[in-house]
């Protein structure tokens, strides 16, 4: 629609403007929508289809041009209802945009399932908010039965009415990293002498003992987001070693790939080394907070171990926090279960259906295992009854009833099913790399592998700048997209491992997920080509 056109809708009055604009009492003008959206996803699917057999995941610029034309061309031919001739503007930016297709191997980015894409924008027609049962009386009812099922996927007993597991969608992984942390916040400090029988929530963190969250160098980064936000600032965060010196060692002069998983050792020296301060009584007192173990991180997929922290909770007396963000709807896995052994006696996690769940953005989950936890940072507000526990207010029901189609649509079978060969793909994707003769840097938990170049008597610097060369050409290549890594989980090594006293420097890795349920061994094989094609053009080699 024109600015002209826009201005004599308005000046028709304001009848004629809440005809077009918003949905009749009757339903009339569904009519249009229904319309406006068949020509919308035709135009879409131009974009999706490409022109070549093999879709490169962002369009270059002739291609840009031409699916321009065709979309003015077709507009001119079908045109959009009057009230929706802005979608043409709409889709013409969207020609530009990444595609997420099986090319796309950048990112823990999904396709998303296209029933979850049908329950949102139903839903989105109702718009309800799930601030309140009151205005989302059917979504509130749907995240119930969301959590209720992502608590029998973790493991969370329910222990009566007294002991309930539950929590909550929110917007993201951040949102729901950050709901867990200010909730251990609460826990940690309820009981503080120095508040003269005050709350947390009344005397503020002003006389309390410096509190300090506890995670590894592999953490996603909303760990030191959310410490900022919740006053105990970026350096109340201690992030432990995932190698040890035996297996940087074993790296160096083996090529055995990285476990990246902390030890209890290190984590009990770290706790240890904080709970100090609090018995010496000095004015640099801390106090742990939480200690976070990551189920699936972001650069290598790693499972973190839980069971070796349980014990030390048990001693520390600490808030156990999963970010299972990425790797939580694995959980379906006997295998993946076995390597998170100890995550249903957590106490509270993080999974996030918009990643490996497949749901449009954004859908995050927190779960406590004992619901009563929320309590602690519950709101009244007295003008939308009884609200839900959480640090968002309004919260959109569509993303909601996205999560909960999928998983009827879905079930745990499928997620395993379409998880499961996903990590397969990974590991054969390791195996195709090994005898290509690239370094794999670290062992295949998930559906993620981050590898570097390899040669005999390179020191790890030349190796690591080579790396990100071949990077850069694959991505200007533009047939597949993928990710650089220039330091991996804060591990360092020697540069060059044949000097004891070398100077250390940081692992440097292309990153790839498997994330598209459409890609097959084929697709490896075409990858590495293209990787090989590539490798070549360096001088890396004849250096």
């Known amino acids: 629609m024109t600015k002209k056109d826009r201005d004599r809708h308005i000046d028709d009055g304001k009848e004629s403007l809440v005809r077009w604009a918003f949905l009749d009492p009757e339903g009339s003008n569904l009519t249009e929508l229904e319309d406006a959206l068949t020509k919308a996803i035709e135009l879409i699917k131009l974009w999706w289809r490409g022109e070549t057999k093999h879709v490169s995941p962002c369009p270059t610029e002739d291609e840009f041009n031409r699916l321009v034309h065709s979309l003015e061309e077709h507009v001119r031919n079908v045109p959009f209802p009057d009230a929706y001739k802005q979608i043409k503007s709409c889709i013409r930016a969207l020609y530009s945009d990444v595609r997420f297709n099986k090319s796309n191997l950048m990112n823990v980015h999904p396709s998303p399932l296209l029933p979850s894409l049908v329950a949102s924008f139903v839903t989105m027609l109702q718009n309800p908010n799930n601030i309140s049962v009151t205005t989302s009386p059917a979504t509130t009812l749907m995240e119930e039965e969301c959590m209720i099922e992502l608590a029998e996927l973790v493991g969370f007993r329910c222990g009566g009415e007294s002991h309930k597991p539950g929590g909550n969608i929110v917007a993201c992984g951040t949102i729901s990293n950050l709901t867990a942390l200010m909730v251990a916040r609460e826990k940690a400090y309820r009981d503080l002498r120095e508040f003269g029988g005050r709350t947390l929530r009344d005397a503020g963190l002003f006389e309390a003992p410096r509190g300090i969250i506890v995670s590894s160098r592999s953490a996603h980064y909303s760990i030191r987001k959310a410490a900022r936000i ?35 050792e290190v984590y009990a020296e770290t706790l ?168 794999v840097l670290h062992e295949v938990d998930l559906n993620t592998i981050c590898f570097s ?83 070549k053009q360096l001088t890396f080699y004849s250096d």
């Open 230 to 264: 919740l006053g105990l600032g970026e350096s109340g965060v201690i992030e432990v070693p995932v190698a040890d010196e035996n297996e940087l060692l074993d790296f160096e002069q083996s090529d055995v790939p990285l476990r990246l998983k902390p030890s209890k």
């Open 272 to 439: 240890n080394r904080i709970e100090k301060t609090a018995k010496d009584g000095d004015n640099k007192r801390q106090k742990i907070v939480t200690v976070v173990s990551t189920l699936g991180t972001i650069n290598t997929g790693t499972i973190e171990p839980i069971q070796s922290l349980l014990a030390l909770r048990e001693r520390f007396e600490f808030h156990l926090h999963i970010d299972a963000a990425i790797g939580g709807l694995a959980l379906g896995l006997s295998e993946i279960k076995q390597k998170a052994q100890g995550v249903d006696l957590a106490d509270s996690i993080t999974i996030d259906p918009h990643k490996l769940g497949y749901v449009p953005y954004p859908c995050s989950a927190i779960l406590f295992r004992d619901k009563s936890d929320l309590d602690l940072i519950a709101t009244d507000a007295p003008y939308v009854g009884s609200s839900a526990g959480t640090i968002e207010g309004s919260r959109p029901g569509s993303n909601i009833a996205a999560f909960w189609v999928a998983l009827k649509s879905l079930g745990k079978n499928g997620y395993s099913s379409i998880i499961g060969r996903n990590i397969s793909l990974a590991r054969s994707l390791g195996n195709l790399l090994k005898d290509a003769g690239y370094q």
């Open 453 to 535: 170049l390899r040669k005999e008597g390179q020191p790890r610097k030349k190796i690591n700048k080579a790396t990100n060369d071949l990077h850069a050409r694959i991505v200007a290549d533009g047939r597949y997209l993928v990710s650089i890594v220039e330091d991996i989980s804060g591990i360092k090594v020697r540069d060059k491992p044949w000097l004891k006293d070398s100077e250390k420097t940081s692992l440097t890795g292309i990153k790839v997920w498997i994330m598209n349920p459409h890609m097959n061994e084929e697709d490896l094989e075409s990858f590495i080509h293209v990787l090989e094609e590539k490798r």
